[in-house]
Every structure is written in structure tokens, then in C-alpha cells.
């Protein structure tokens, strides 16, 4: 069963500065898509980026961007310019269509912003 | 565009009672999701329809979980009887199509937390 681990429970940075969260996961599939989805306190879970395994380069939006080492099963978010709307709890996803349709989540990181 | 709706947003229960919660998905969305997630974990699906039909309900306690999507447009999910550890945030989502494979996304609603006393 693929499993996705996230090690750090809260993470702080100061406005400006930029953050990376950490993700391993677990797979023996070779294709596969990465998600990162941001939870602020209203409950909603948004999408902040995503990453096809079959890519080599790396997703970027904006201010986020990932840095994908699929060998090393690794897929961290780097938050540049963090601004206090950043401040949420941020998921780390995994889903394979060839092994269920089902996205697997890790347990989170609680990202402070501080001013 | 309306996004996925929830209701209610907060209930409170006794153990052994019952409990439903709502969920109308985007417009034109043929997947809907509902997921559980405990406090301090991160979601886990319960079930997944395709338009009326389900695709996935292998995690979904069906001892005491149900969910029906009649018309493939709004869903129920009930609980009967709640016990303590169904205490959770009940999220529901929705896409285009079913899985994640092209350019599609999940889009979730705002959630229902359910405390069972």
C-alpha cells in the first residue's frame, strides 16, 4: 500500500522568507502524480501544486515550487516571499490511477508565519 | 463558479445516535468524494462516485457508514449509530472526471465537523 509521510508537524518562518516542507512516500509504481494542498483554518482544502513522476522537471507556481527527487521517493514545497496568508496546514498527496483511484494523504505540516 | 457546498458545518451528537450530511458537488462534476479526516491526520477516503455509480467504497465502514448519490448530482452520507471516534471533519470534493490523470483536480468543499459526545 503506497504511504505518504510528512516528519515535520510545524514548521515557522518569517514573513519574506522562504520555507521548504519536507514529503517521502512509498510506491512500486513508476507513474504516478504528487500533490501539494494547503488547509487554512476555514477547513477548505485548496490545491497549491502538482507534479506528473513521469516529469523530470520540476512544478512551479508562482511563489511555490517543488524540488521532485523520484529516485530518493522525495517530493518537498519551497514557499518563497512567505506572507502571513501562507500560515495553514499543508498536505502532501499521492495518486496512481493503475493502483485505485484513491489520493492518499500524509499528516500534514502547520506552517506559522510570523510578522 | 459555485464550489462544492456543504451542510451543516458543525454538528454535535450523542453516541448511538444518527447523523446526515449533505453535499452538492460543482456543476457538471460526475465525481464526488467524501473523505474523513481525523483531528491531526490528513484525509482519507470513504467513498467515491462515478455520476449515481460507486467507483471505491472499500474504507467505508459499512456497518454503520452509508452514502447514496440518487439523481448523480448531491450526496448523503449517514452515519447510524455514531460512536466516538466518528468524531472527525467530513470533506466532500468533487472533479470532472474520475481519478486525477489528465489536468483535472479535486476541489473540496468547506467540510462538516462532527463531535460525538
Known amino acids: 500500500a503506497q504511504t505518504v509521510t510528512q516528519s515535520q508537524p510545524e514548521m515557522s518562518v518569517q514573513e519574506a522568507e522562504t520555507v521548504t516542507l519536507s514529503c517521502t512516500y512509498d510506491?512500486?509504481?513508476?507513474?504516478?502524480?504528487l500533490f501539494w494542498y494547503k488547509q487554512p483554518p476555514s477547513r477548505q482544502m485548496i490545491l497549491v501544486i502538482r507534479q506528473e513522476a513521469y516529469k523530470q522537471q520540476n512544478a512551479t507556481e508562482n511563489r511555490f515550487s517543488v524540488n521532485f527527487q523520484k529516485a530518493a521517493k522525495s517530493f518537498s514545497l519551497k514557499i518563497s516571499d512567505s506572507q502571513l496568508g501562507d500560515a495553514a496546514m499543508y498536505f502532501c498527496a499521492y495518486y496512481c490511477g493503475s493502483a485505485g483511484n484513491m489520493l492518499t494523504f500524509g499528516g500534514g505540516t502547520r506552517l506559522m508565519v510570523k510578522p | 463558479e459555485a464550489g462544492v457546498a456543504q451542510s451543516p458545518r458543525y454538528k454535535i451528537i450523542e453516541k448511538r445516535q444518527s447523523v446526515a450530511f449533505w453535499c452538492n458537488p460543482i456543476s457538471g462534476h460526475a465525481t464526488l468524494y467524501w473523505y474523513q479526516q481525523i483531528l491531526g491526520q490528513g484525509p482519507k477516503l470513504l467513498i467515491q462516485?462515478?455520476?449515481?455509480?460507486?467507483?471505491?467504497d472499500s474504507q467505508l465502514p459499512k456497518d454503520r457508514f452509508s452514502a447514496e448519490r440518487l439523481k448523480g448530482v448531491d450526496s448523503t452520507l449517514k452515519i447510524q449509530p455514531a460512536k466516538l471516534e466518528d468524531s472527525a471533519v467530513y470533506l466532500c470534493a468533487s472533479s470532472l472526471e474520475p481519478g486525477l490523470g489528465g489536468t483535472d483536480t479535486q476541489y473540496f468543499g468547506p467540510g462538516t465537523r462532527l463531535t460525538v459526545l
Open positions: 462516485f462515478q455520476n449515481n455509480g460507486v467507483v471505491d
Open positions: 510506491t512500486s509504481e513508476s507513474d504516478y502524480y
